[in-house]
């Protein structure tokens, strides 16, 4: 059972705009950054966001990460059929000695 | 280039052990962490482990503390990763990629490893 909770699935159609969430808690989410990942089958996973909000060059600027005391989210603008993906959370949690926490994962369905 | 080449596919019986490497071209070994995740059937990422090359220093997560044992040979520039006392879930695929510190920020991975866990 992951900390960091995702919604096990979310869909949409081209052209439309869908979110993601993240809740964790002041351990993860409430002190540290939330990074966002995007994967696809049979490939290794892409980093989409850091660090709350930032993109890596070459992430389009549909791709959008926000950040709220222990929640985040990722929001994707004019929807397309590529970015039907898996898409997962991370941060950093510091109980303990620490550990990097990953959210469940959302499959993202593009109807 | 940055490159991260893992070993290939290994099989298992459950109770043994298994290692997997990650050895790592194009830039200065000791200047980025390596974490270790791996991906089961079916399931999620699940974050297992990192190692900062420079001097060693390894942080496990909560499930495979005892388990796992992270290192690295800095005249290859490799990591390794050994898990022991294998069960059948632990058949997944392994990820190495490079970190910067102990975030989830990762730029480069290896191609992945797939250990299977069968009698």
């Known amino acids: 059972q992951s900390v960091l909770t995702q919604p096990p699935s979310a869909s949409g159609t081209p052209g439309q705009r869908v979110t993601i969430s993240c809740s964790g808690t002041i351990s993860n989410l409430g002190n540290n950054f939330v990074y966002w990942y995007q994967h696809l089958p049979g490939t290794t996973p892409k980093l989409l966001i850091y660090?709350?909000?930032q993109r890596p060059s070459g992430v389009p600027d549909r791709f959008s990460g926000s950040k709220s005391g222990t929640s985040a989210s990722l929001a994707i603008s004019g929807l397309r059929a590529e970015d039907e993906a898996d898409y997962y959370c991370a941060s950093w949690d510091d109980t303990l000695k620490g550990s990097v926490l990953f959210g469940g994962g959302t499959k993202l369905t593009v109807l | 280039q940055v490159q991260l080449v893992q070993s290939g596919p290994e099989v298992r019986k459950p109770g043994a052990s298994v290692r997997v490497s990650c050895k790592t071209f194009g830039y200065m070994f000791t200047n980025y962490y390596i974490h270790w995740l791996r991906q089961a059937p079916g399931h999620g990422l699940e974050w297992m482990a990192l190692?900062?090359?420079?001097?060693?220093?390894?942080t496990y997560g909560r499930n495979f503390q005892g388990r796992v044992t992270l290192s690295r040979e800095t005249s290859t520039n490799t990591v390794y990763l050994d898990l022991n006392n294998l069960k059948s879930d632990d058949t997944a695929v392994y990820f190495c990629?490079?970190?910067?510190?102990?975030?989830?920020?990762?730029?480069?991975w290896g191609q992945g490893a797939l250990v299977t866990v069968s009698s």
């Open positions: 190692i900062n090359p420079s001097d060693g220093g390894t």
């Open positions: 990629a490079r970190g910067i510190f102990t975030v989830p920020n990762y730029d480069f």
């Open positions: 660090k709350n909000n």
